[in-house]
T-cell receptor
């Protein structure tokens, strides 16, 4: 089976812009989670989707949003980008409770 | 709230030797799962090993094994016969039982160096 794929792999944006990241889970996996990874804060949970419904949400401002489509693909959106949003954004699909991660999207906000 | 603590920011081991990475967690739940994930310099995070809290037997996966002490809320990872490819960041992680989704909480990580 193909692994979790994320696009784009690298992104450079400026403050105030918005960005959309995409994630395709492993075939058959219905749960998709998003995590933000930074050197200072480590890995922080953003949200989880299951069958197109948000099942869990982390402690992030409303600028961070996501959705899941009927084919389990997921997108996350960050509006009004801030310098502190620079991070590696990891998507993971879940099967039997274990997470399977994609390679991540490196977002740099200038 | 659940927390996961990894008290060793860095560890070093000689090739072919054994190393143990420490992890403690805090939860009031009785049904939960614990994991060790590995993130090599290429950044792709991979699952190393998983332990269900209801299982008394410690999980093992080839050279990787855990010491799960439920009462002490301790979950250490032992890597035997260390190889150069084991060099990576290791994250201990916790997830509640099967109700309520798969939100996973990670520790801060331990960077493992392997010396040739």
């Amino acid at each position: 089976k193909a692994g979790v794929t994320q696009t784009p792999r690298y992104l450079i944006k400026t403050r105030g812009q918005q960005v959309t990241l995409s994630c395709s889970p492993i075939s058959g996996h219905r749960s998709v989670s998003w995590y933000q990874q930074t050197p200072g804060q480590g890995l922080q949970f953003l949200f989880e989707y299951f069958s197109e419904t948000q099942r869990n949400k982390g402690n992030f401002p409303g600028r961070f949003s996501g959705r899941q489509f009927s084919n389990s693909r997921s997108e996350m959106n960050v509006s009004t980008l801030e310098l502190g949003d620079s991070a590696l954004y990891l998507c993971a699909s879940s099967f039997s409770g274990s997470l399977f991660f994609g390679p991540g999207t490196r977002l740099t906000v200038l | 709230a659940q927390t996961v603590t990894q008290s060793q920011p860095e560890m070093s081991v000689q090739e072919a030797e054994t190393v143990t990475l420490s992890c403690t967690y805090d939860t009031s739940e009785s049904d939960y799962y614990l994991f060790w994930y590995k993130q090599p310099p290429s950044r792709q995070m991979i699952l190393v090993i998983r332990q269900e809290a209801y299982k008394q037997q410690n999980a093992t996966e080839n050279r990787f094994s855990v010491n799960f002490q439920k009462a002490a809320k301790s979950f250490s990872l032992k890597i035997s016969d260390s190889q150069l490819g084991d060099a990576a960041m290791y994250f201990c992680a916790y997830r509640r039982g099967n109700t309520g989704g798969f939100k996973t909480i990670f520790g801060a990580g331990t960077r493992l160096f392997v010396k040739a």
